[in-house]
């Protein structure tokens, strides 16, 4: 494990208080209104119905208003409702309907994480992925399971897991599809490269072993200042795969980009 700066650590600390504090369902369920109403208007691309992107986007209102860890209780309240409410569900699509799911699932206004031990893997990232490039010279991967009975992976879980493992401090994980994973993994630049066909497609078969069955894929992106691991402010994301059972975790954080001390 790697030993944490007293920069980043308080920056982490700091991170994950914040929602807590700052939370707020009298902003945040009328934004997701406004929002909904919009995604339904004339001008929509679904027409009436609600697609995925215009969800994701509404859905972002308690995100960001809450913090990292998630919804709050009166937030979390209202999706519920909104999860019984049959003529909304009716309205988003089938990735749409998924998406609320994902989402409903992993924000459960649940503030204590639970025990998430993430351990490194044998094996270099360019070994387990079969082949080399940016992507793979540039990923830390780790991983490991919550014990039984102790809980199952969430927002708070799996960012105090990760900044407890990996150091930086980390934004809210979003669900992602597998193909929002490809995407992720092929077209985002690695200290101005683009990773390689064969490392991506690697890749993406060794993070879905892990929730091939749960399709359970969440994303999240990370910075931080001076890092133990390196001299320069840093920047990157990290993929979560969860199993069935939301006890095991696979973990691969990328390196994206260093940028400017201040």
Not at 82 to 94: A, E, I, K, V
Not at 104 to 118: G, I, R, V, W
Not at 237 to 253: E, G, L, P
């Amino acid at each position: 494990m790697k030993t944490l700066s007293m920069t980043s650590l308080l920056s982490g600390l700091a991170l994950f208080a914040a929602p807590a504090a700052f939370a707020s369902s009298t902003t945040s369920i009328p934004a997701f209104e406004a929002s909904i109403s919009t995604a339904q208007g004339p001008l929509s691309p679904g027409g009436a119905a609600i697609v995925r992107s215009e969800l994701r986007a509404a859905l972002e209102a308690f995100i960001y208003d809450t913090g990292p860890q998630g919804v709050d209780s009166a937030e979390r309240a209202y999706l519920t409702t909104r999860l019984n409410d049959t003529p909304f569900q009716q309205s988003l699509t089938g990735t749409a309907a998924k998406y609320y799911a994902d989402f409903y699932e992993l924000n459960d206004a649940t503030f204590t994480s639970y025990p998430l031990y993430q351990g490194s893997v044998s094996g270099t990232a360019a070994s387990l992925f079969g082949a080399t490039g940016p992507l793979a010279s540039n990923a830390d991967i780790r991983e490991g399971y919550i014990p039984n009975g102790q809980g199952i992976a969430n927002q708070a879980t799996l960012g105090t897991a990760f900044t407890t493992y990996f150091e930086p401090p980390v934004g809210p994980f979003q669900p992602i599809t597998v193909k929002e994973l490809i995407e992720r993994l092929g077209t985002t630049s690695i200290k101005g490269s683009i990773p390689t066909v064969d490392e991506v497609e690697g890749a993406v078969a060794y993070i879905t072993q892990i929730s091939r069955n749960s399709n359970r894929l969440y994303v999240a992106d990370w910075t931080c200042r001076r890092c133990s691991f390196s001299p320069w402010n840093t920047r990157g994301y990290v993929v979560a795969a969860v199993s069935t059972d939301r006890r095991f975790v696979r973990m691969v954080s990328v390196w994206t980009a260093d940028f400017g001390n201040d």
